[in-house]
């Protein structure tokens, strides 16, 4: 209701303005963005080259990487998803909170330590942003992209309104606000602030650190306010005012489609720079029969472990959302970019999954595809034995990032090597 | 005769007992208010309905909010779109002192000087609708504080309030916080008491019963249409709505326990439930197809899953972990072809298994007459006569059972139930595991009150653990 009051009101105020931002021209080299997906349950490996057939005309800009094992620890708590989940995005094995049996990460996710570095993020006002187009599933573990320190999760946006929202709805009105306006919007966020430093005061450990947290989203929004929009939001808008959140099966694609199109906008206005994108987790019940017909009336997870045609229904799922993938990577890929190359050239797409097959779990050769942001493409890269974590190494040098190690010391075994090729 | 050794035993030196508590295990801290809590407050403060705000990683139903999330620009800006409608509609202040007096009730404590010369320059820049924006998206609005080793009488009047109702301090306790008497033994036992009266309260203490159960599952457990065409929406609904009335009746007309919560013979089957379950052959909460038809894969029962819930909700038994996920697929191709029935007796049988199986398994066994949508049959889907008979320790003997009625039973009478009933509630109440000591103390007065539920949340909220807080040694 609110949030649909707001993105109303950007159709009709941002609908005239042009790209103001974009062609100042005084930029001679756009920001590398990077975009993180998961995609829930692994692949089909005998159907692998199918699967991928979507993105046969992106081939050009795509390295298909394989022989990289999520090096999960047997007997972690939990469950299987959850803990690919955490292993992957964190590098290193889960613990098992004193207050429940939640399983949680130990330490920040690979997408915060980049957001953590300057020369990476720059001056972009929203560090990093989490999404997702289905968060149903009763463990936050298994579908959480992001980790802010150990035992801190950072959940993911579902609700595109709310996500469009988060990244337009506190930017200046085109031209700037009056003065009254802006000193009101700031007067909010310095009782806020201050009054968050008198609560936070006799606290410590992990509670002032999630108080820090607080205050770190104040300055978001602070910085926010000082960005003009600049930039043409409606159809954004449009887009994600037509989504009927209360549909999350028949909706799935377009609600996925939704938040491609709210994370270009944003990357094009350097809003963000470094953005996790979940579709659903492992354990998702998402029923594909009626969007894939021929797939059987079950939920996701359990087409994959009770299913009567296994392979084929998970073909065609994985196909499904390549191809929706696939749309969004052209689009990428027909977007000008600050610097006059395209969009996908400065956007680094990495595309992973928790496990590499999903009926009896098993987690070597996880399937990876990479596209744009500085690859060299139409490869296919195999390596032997190497963990996850030396991929996420490889990719924080290359953005700019000087770590030498990403995760437990015995899961790093150095970058790998002819990934990014010679630049 | 046993239950009143127990209790005399602990009169004794209960009143000793109670001085020597130790300040429970949790430190000074801060709790971020519930998406229910947050519109609950909104529409107390301000008269204004319907204003929900949905941050992100929550779950409504969740029993335990555990606060590991912290506020993120996502949820910063759900505050924020809900802080400034809340400004386009808000009414009744056109003064500065009105406007301070709502801040007060909205941080739930008096205001500090320099506050009020803040919120005063919010008030010339923006009037009331400013002070309201403000407000709502303020940290002493967003959070329960607990900062000091003891409660004050104003974070102690919130306690309260979120504890029993979900919202704000009401004027009752906001006039005995004020007075300074709140803390005050018998002014506290007359406050909770008030509370204890009042519908808003009742009901809320319905809802978390029905979390502990996991009742909402029903709403919303997949299940396979082909084979089960009459679990409809409605008879989903039909089977909350008997648990949601079985426990309003239990708590509140009947004062029942624990023990009448597992073991009660009548229940608030509408028409359609009735018909679906046919015979009698049920009694207490879990026989009830709310619980039933949620522990059960779409195509059947799960004997797996209703061990699972009972050894969580009920026995508070430890997790056991889980067998690498390669051991239960290697063996997929032969187990499905058995009967969940079968099944258990291959666990039982295979050493690996039962290891853990031979405790999960047993409270699961006893409900197998009890089909996947919670209907009573005597045969399984292999046309086998059903063996509901099993075996399982319990207060650390092990007890022979028959049956959903036999489990009910067992479980009522014992002493670890009500032990988890405790700690589960009180987790719920402190959003983390309470330390054994307190437990102890609240499991005290728990049995002294014959396990009534009700009192157990009395006991909770006029426990130590409820107003002190452990402070470290810089």
């Known amino acids: 209701m609110k949030r649909r009051t707001f993105l109303k009101g950007a159709l009709a105020s941002f609908g005239a303005l042009g790209l103001s931002r974009l062609v100042r021209g005084d930029i001679p080299r756009a920001p590398l963005r990077l975009l993180i997906i998961h995609k829930p349950n692994g692949t089909i490996p005998a159907a692998y080259d199918t699967i991928l057939e979507p993105f046969a005309d992106l081939s050009a800009s795509m390295v298909v990487v394989e022989g990289l094992d999520i090096k999960k620890k047997p007997n972690t708590p939990g469950e299987d998803h959850g803990n690919g989940m955490v292993t992957f995005t964190t590098g290193g094995i889960t613990f098992r909170a004193d207050a429940s049996s939640v399983p949680l990460a130990e330490r920040a996710s690979i997408d915060q330590l980049l957001a953590r570095e300057p020369a990476i993020v720059g001056d972009a006002p929203i560090r990093s942003l989490q999404l997702a187009a289905d968060v149903r599933s009763a463990a936050l573990f298994t579908r959480t992209l992001s980790y802010a320190g150990r035992g801190a999760p950072i959940p993911s946006v579902q609700n595109p309104q709310a996500a469009f929202t988060r990244v337009f709805g506190s930017l200046a009105a085109p031209g700037g606000d009056p003065t009254t306006v802006r000193m009101r919007k700031q007067s909010v966020l310095d009782f806020a602030a201050a009054d968050l430093q008198r609560v936070t005061g006799s606290l410590v450990g992990a509670e002032r650190e999630r108080l820090d947290r607080h205050l770190e989203a104040i300055r978001e929004v602070e910085r926010l306010l000082d960005r003009s929009a600049g930039f043409d939001s409606s159809t954004v808008a449009q887009q994600v005012l037509a989504i009927d959140n209360a549909q999350l099966d028949a909706q799935h694609g377009e609600i996925g489609a939704a938040h491609f199109a709210i994370v270009r906008a944003a990357f094009q206005c350097d809003l963000t720079r470094i953005v996790t994108f979940g579709w659903a987790s492992g354990q998702s019940q998402l029923n594909f029969s009626r969007l894939l017909p021929g797939v059987e009336n079950l939920g996701y997870h359990d087409i994959t472990h009770m299913g009567t045609h296994v392979d084929q229904d998970g073909t065609a799922v994985h196909r499904w959302y390549n191809e929706r993938m696939a749309e969004m990577l052209r689009t990428l890929r027909d977007t000008p970019d600050l610097d006059g190359r395209t969009l996908l050239d400065n956007t680094l797409v990495v595309v992973w999954s928790e496990m590499r097959t999903a009926p009896n779990h098993t987690f070597d050769s996880v399937p990876i595809q990479l596209f744009g942001g500085g690859l060299i493409g139409g490869r296919r890269l195999v390596y032997a034995n190497r963990p996850t974590n030396d991929l996420w190494l490889t990719i924080a040098n290359h953005l700019g990032h000087p770590m030498t190690c990403f995760g437990d010391a015995e899961r790093c075994t150095g970058p790998l090597p002819d990934l990014f090729g010679s630049m | ?474």
């Open chain 2, 1 to 474: 005769m046993r239950g009143l050794i127990f209790l005399s035993v602990l009169v004794a030196c209960g009143q000793d007992r109670m001085e020597r508590i130790p300040a429970p295990d949790i430190p000074p801290r801060v709790r971020l208010l519930t998406d229910a809590q947050y519109a609950n407050a909104v529409r107390d403060l301000l008269g204004l309905e319907a204003l929900a705000v949905h941050t992100p990683g929550t779950d409504p139903h969740q029993l335990v909010h555990e606060d590991l999330v912290a506020v993120d620009g996502a949820a910063l800006v759900e505050y924020r779109m809900a802080a400034e409608q809340a400004a386009r509609q808000a009414t009744g202040c056109a003064d500065l002192d009105c406007s301070l007096k709502l801040a007060e009730r909205a941080f739930r404590r008096p205001l500090q000087s320099d506050e009020i010369e803040r919120l005063r320059g919010v008030f010339e820049l923006g009037g009331f609708p400013l002070v309201v924006e403000t407000v709502l998206q303020a940290p002493s609005f967003l959070y329960r504080t607990e900062l000091t080793g003891t409660l004050s009488q104003y974070e102690l009047a919130a306690e309260l309030a979120f504890f029993f109702y979900d919202s704000l301090p009401d004027d009752g306790l906001w006039a005995a916080a004020q007075s300074g008497k709140l803390a005050n033994r018998d002014t506290l036992a007359l406050e909770v008491d008030r509370l204890l009266g009042e519908s808003r309260v009742q009901g809320h203490l319905v809802d978390v019963v029905l979390d502990w159960f996991e009742i909402h599952r029903v709403l919303d457990a997949p299940k396979d249409g082909e084979l089960y065409p009459e679990f409809t929406t409605e008879l989903r609904e039909s089977m909350y709505a008997e648990t949601q009335l079985f426990v309003r009746d239990l708590m509140w007309r009947r004062h029942g326990s624990l023990r009448e919560l597992l073991t009660a013979q009548s229940t608030f089957a509408d028409a359609q439930l009735a018909a679906h379950y046919g015979g009698a052959q049920r009694a207490g909460i879990l026989t009830q197809g709310s619980v039933l038809a949620a522990l059960a894969t779409p195509a059947r029962e799960s004997i797996i899953l209703r061990g699972v819930f009972v050894h969580r909700n009920l026995l508070c038994t430890p997790e056991l972990g889980r067998p690498p996920f390669s051991t239960i697929a290697d063996l997929a191709g032969f187990t499905g072809k058995l009967s969940e029935s079968q099944f258990a007796h291959y666990r039982a049988a295979n050493t690996y298994c039962s290891t853990c199986h031979r405790i999960i398994d047993p409270p699961g066994r006893a409900l197998e007459h009890y089909d996947s949508i919670g209907r009573w049959r005597d045969t399984d889907e292999l046309g086998i006569a059903v063996e509901d008979d099993t075996t399982f320790e319990i207060d650390g003997h092990r007890v022979d059972v028959r049956g959903g009625i036999e489990l009910g039973r067992a479980l009522a009478d014992s002493d670890q139930v009500a032990r988890c009933a405790v700690q589960r509630l009180t987790e719920h109440a402190f959003g983390r595991k309470l330390d054994r000591a307190n437990i102890d103390y609240v499991l005290f007065k728990f049995e002294e009150a014959d396990r009534e539920l009700v009192q157990l949340f009395r006991a909770i909220a006029l426990s130590p653990a409820f107003r002190e807080r452990r402070v470290e040694e810089p």
